[in-house]
């Protein structure tokens, strides 16, 4: 199989990235843990949710480490273990931002539904599109190419669009978390630390997949 270097010199910036925005994750995520909350997360969520009106928007543990998440269909936060049960600000804090989801949901946040709408398109897309760019372009088949980019096109447009959602739900968590009580004030440079690393690897992720799509239109180009 014809192999391109060019390919790497594409995605290195991105990769460069991830693995920076990975070690932040994993060290702020391991100091804010050793700092006490007077809350678990679950608990934080659920003031936070209560709060907001929210009392219809239910609290699942699920198994996983950092496999938080919020299901717009189930109205439901999911929270690993260390997170439901953890009271530390880094499981306040990640429990904090994903009840920022369930009041963007509830507040009817424009790119939240817009990105809600993609995921079938980007999960299509990130499977059978990068598969059909890369046979056409080691197999020389425009057509086949030329379609993997435009589905590729759609996983660019999720990451693009998941970009102002996730920083806007982390906004909203801080602001909740100190309105609330739920974080002193003096303490929240713990939870911002964590909220701020967990940022750049949506950074990371989107300026990977806009370098791919980049690469592969060079080659159609070629």
């Not at 299901?71 to 990640?94: C, F, H, M, N």
């Not at 970009?163 to 929240?188: C, D, Y």
């Not at 440079?189 to 980049?214: D, H």
Request: aromatic residues 12%; hydrophobic residues 50%.
């Amino acid at each position: 199989m014809y192999f391109d270097p060019m390919y790497f010199v594409y995605l290195a910036p991105a990769i460069l990235l991830m693995l920076w925005a990975q070690f932040r994750v994993r060290a702020t995520y391991a100091e804010a843990q050793q700092q006490p909350a007077p809350l678990s997360g679950a608990a934080a969520a659920r003031h936070i949710l209560d709060s907001a009106g929210l009392t219809n928007v239910g609290i699942e543990q699920v198994p996983g480490q950092l496999s938080d998440h919020y299901d717009p269909r189930d109205k439901v936060l999911r929270l690993s273990p260390e997170v439901y049960q953890g009271r530390t600000l880094a499981a306040v804090g990640i429990a904090a931002h994903e009840a920022g989801h369930a009041l963007q949901d509830a507040r009817a946040y424009a790119p939240l539904h817009i990105r809600n709408a993609a995921v079938p398109v980007a999960n299509f897309g990130s499977g059978f599109g990068v598969l059909m760019m890369l046979f056409g372009a080691v197999f020389n088949f425009p057509m086949l190419l030329w379609a993997g980019i435009i589905l590729f096109a759609g996983v660019v447009f999720f990451q693009v669009v998941n970009l102002p959602v996730e920083f806007n739900a982390s906004s909203r968590a801080k602001a909740q978390l100190v309105s609330l009580g739920i974080v002193p004030t003096e303490e929240m440079s713990y939870v911002n630390r964590v909220l701020n690393a967990a940022a750049w690897t949506y950074v990371a992720a989107t300026l990977q997949s806009i370098m791919i799509l980049l690469y592969y239109l060079s080659r159609a180009r070629r």
